[in-house]
């Protein structure tokens, strides 16, 4: 008996070494995870949007801090015009441009060289129309498209009478004529409608605008049911 228990008590010991070297293994285990788990939870609060500004403002200016970015938002070899109308960030990256229409129905009294003026103002990008003269003044050298409508009536309108709605217009670059549009009606409630598309190359200062050279008949339509005069322009 006294030899067992001699020789038990190593065994014991063996197997209390034993059990706490499981304990600290466990424990080693545990602060590893733990770290591990810690170490995650930090990486991805790092990207988390609650701890950062991920706002489009910011990103636009993670763009402006790493330079050029403007012309890596641009298509190639553009350095004004569409692209940068896809930014916008300022008036100047707006691409010159605007629309107008007259804002009711009319006639002409004068017998020839009307100039038209198109009084409400939907679109002026860089101000170049005037809605007083009904002219559009480039405020810069470019390419431009020009876009006008008339619309004559196949009714007495304003006090008109005798002949329904018939009128010939032209577009006027610098004073000649570049481009010319009719409408006209042959009978009552014969309504005519023509739209007109011109390319111009423009030198800053050139101005262009709706006229018509002869003596009109009729009345003219521009409203909601029937359509409207309008005039538009737009840098290409
Ligand atoms: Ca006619």
Not at 12 to 24: A, E, G, I, T, W
Not at 167 to 182: A, D, P, Y
Not at 216 to 234: D, I, V
């Amino acid at each position: 008996m006294d030899s067992l228990e001699m020789n038990s008590e190593p065994k014991d010991r063996h197997s209390k070494l034993l059990c706490l070297d499981v304990k600290v293994w466990i424990v080693i285990l545990l602060v590893i995870m733990i770290s591990g788990f810690v170490a995650l939870t930090i990486g991805i609060e790092s990207l988390n949007c609650n701890s950062h500004d991920c706002s489009p403002q910011s990103f636009t200016q993670t763009l402006q801090q790493t330079g050029n970015w403007r012309n890596r938002l641009m298509y190639p070899g553009n350095g004004k015009g569409a692209a940068a109308s896809r930014i916008q960030d300022s008036e100047s990256d707006v691409p010159i441009s605007f629309y107008a229409y007259v804002s009711d129905d009319f006639r002409i009294e004068k017998n020839s060289g009307h100039m038209f003026t198109y009084d409400v103002v939907v679109t002026n990008n860089g101000l170049g129309y005037n809605k007083t003269t009904g002219v559009f003044t480039s405020p810069i050298s470019g390419v431009f498209a020009f876009s006008w409508t008339v619309v004559a009536s196949g009714s007495h309108l304003k006090g008109s009478s005798g002949s329904y709605g018939e009128i010939s217009t032209h577009i006027l670059h610098n004073g000649h004529i570049v481009g010319t549009l009719n409408a006209d009606t042959e009978k009552q409630y014969d309504d005519a409608v023509s739209t007109g598309f011109v390319v111009l190359n423009l030198e800053k200062g050139d101005v262009v605008q709706i006229a018509s050279a002869w003596k009109s008949q009729g009345a003219f339509y521009s409203n909601t049911a029937f359509g409207r005069w309008t005039f538009s322009g737009f840098q290409i």
